[in-house]
């Protein structure tokens, strides 16, 4: 299973907004053991929206799209997607009482077009009810390819990207993903030479090749992270398969190493 995530909004290109759905749910598929590939942002254009959708449809098996679900004009994600799939909108009752309940908890009782736009959606799709707004969240399913459509305020697109899991994602893989951060910075009086990516890498030597688990390096400003990343059919099995690598970094970097944290 390979995954997309393609980020629906112009506020997201111009800067508006910073972009931490793409990061929540990068590390959500990461812990479900789905292979991410590519994250893509498009603005709110019917016809670049379109062509998004078809290239990451066309390399990946999954995509996870947020934004683009709201009552506006612009908001068209589902009914690009929908056209995608061959598929019509068609009126949900139930997505239309919990819009039409959820205004009057606001205290509005005269819906909007707009407003009604939202209980409008694709035929033969799977509807994911909105706790913390109005858009419902939408999973479609065609030929081995899978688009789930979520909200893009955040607070609501964590609350159902959890509900996609517990009804879909859940069933895509048949392992997870758990890493270990190693984090190098070494006593005070210890060179920063010493602990630069280079040298650690240098150290490291063939455990870098190594396939499960990975290990990868990374710089930062105050010292060196390693990151071990194993695959396994649950989190102990994972962390079993990882523990050789991470006690081999250990008993070469010794006192190079500051703290060792699982990545949650």
């Known amino acids: 299973m390979s995954a997309e995530i393609l980020c629906v909004g112009t506020e997201l290109l111009l800067g508006d907004i910073v972009n931490t759905n793409a990061q929540y749910i990068s590390k959500k598929l990461a812990h479900l053991g789905i292979d991410l590939y590519y994250h893509t942002v498009v603005g709110d254009n019917a016809d670049r929206l379109s062509q998004a959708l078809e290239v990451a449809l066309s390399r990946s098996n999954l995509v996870i799209m947020t934004g683009g679900l709201g009552p506006t004009k612009d908001d068209m994600t589902k009914e690009i997607t929908a056209r995608y799939f061959g598929r019509k909108l068609q009126f949900d009752q139930t997505t239309y009482e919990h819009v039409k309940e959820r205004l009057e908890s606001y205290g509005i009782f005269q819906m909007t077009d707009g407003q009604k736009k939202q209980a409008m959606v694709p035929e033969d799709s799977v509807i994911i009810q909105n706790p913390e707004g109005l858009a419902p969240g939408i999973i479609m399913v065609k030929d081995g390819k899978a688009v789930v459509m979520l909200p893009g305020p955040p607070k609501e697109m964590k609350v159902l990207l959890e509900k996609a899991c517990d009804m879909f994602l859940n069933k895509l893989s048949n392992q ?23 040298p650690i890498a240098d150290q490291l030597g063939d455990i870098l090749d190594n396939e499960n688990p990975t290990v990868a390096t990374y710089a930062k400003e105050d010292g060196v992270l390693i990151r071990v990343t194993a695959s396994g059919k649950d989190r102990e099995d994972a962390l079993i398969i990882m523990k050789p690598v991470v006690t081999k970094i250990a008993e070469i970097l010794g006192n190079k190493i500051a703290w060792v944290k699982e990545d949650k």
């Open 176 to 198: 997870v993903l758990v890493s270990i951060n190693i984090k190098c910075k070494g006593p005070d009086e210890m060179p920063l030479k010493e602990i630069g990516e280079g």
